[in-house]
């Protein structure tokens, strides 16, 4: 059974940062693709950010966030993280992360098998 609890959301103003953090459990997220997604008031879920496992560690970005939000994992503690940089109102969403049973990303929300409860993160103008 694995599991991935989120944090650090929050309120921030347009330009500021916030970092989320996702620990797994049931599950060495070294081995396994990890990926973050939200969901903005009213629309359907989108993806934000992919990380390879480690024996490859590639990423992929939404090119709304591109140059802003960066993916990251730290296998000792199993948690991956986004920073989110510059933020904008445009990014207030539902942020949730996600593993699948693979070494790979996906961009595709229904390919991805585990997901965390999700955390708010709201940007003011």
């Known amino acids: 059974q694995v599991q991935l609890v989120e944090s650090g959301g929050g309120l921030v103003q347009a330009g500021g940062s916030l970092r989320l953090s996702c620990t797994a459990s049931?599950?060495?997220?070294?081995?396994?693709?990890m990926g973050w997604f939200r969901q903005p008031p009213g629309k359907e879920r989108e993806f934000v950010a992919g990380?390879?496992?480690?024996?490859?560690?590639?990423?992929e970005y939404a090119d709304s966030v591109k140059g802003r939000f960066t993916i990251s994992r730290d296998n000792a503690e199993n948690t991956v993280y986004l920073q989110m940089n510059s933020l904008k109102p445009e990014d207030t969403a539902v942020y949730y992360c996600a593993t699948r049973n693979s070494y790979y990303y996906t961009l595709h929300p229904k390919d991805w098998d585990y997901w965390g409860q999700g955390t708010q993160a709201t940007v003011s103008s």
């Open positions: 049931g599950r060495s997220i070294s081995n396994y693709a």
């Open positions: 990380l390879g496992w480690s024996g490859s560690s590639r990423t």
